[in-house]
């Protein structure tokens, strides 16, 4: 089995097995729910594996009737920190 935590994942990745459209994880992205371990210069974006949990919990808690800035109130700013971390380390 291979490790899932290892590898960075791409955009189209990310937008293809969360269901999300691009346009919500732009929005993702400038609220700071989701941060990219990596940006090109022509401006693609890969992703710690991390970010199906943090889009998994982004959902559920808009089910329960958070609005996205509860949101990232909430977790948005310790979410990016451990992204950056975990991208880091």
Do not use: C, W
């Amino acid at each position: 089995m291979s490790d899932p935590e290892g590898k960075p994942v791409a955009t189209r990745e990310v937008l293809e097995r969360a269901g999300i459209s691009r346009q919500v994880l732009y929005r993702y992205m400038q609220l700071g729910l989701v941060v990219p371990i990596r940006t090109t210069g022509t401006g693609r974006n890969t992703f710690s594996p991390k970010v199906f949990k943090i889009l998994q919990l982004i959902e559920l808690l808009q089910e329960h009737g958070y609005t996205l800035r509860d949101i990232k109130d909430i977790v948005g700013r310790k979410m990016a920190a451990k992204q950056r971390g975990r991208a880091e380390g």
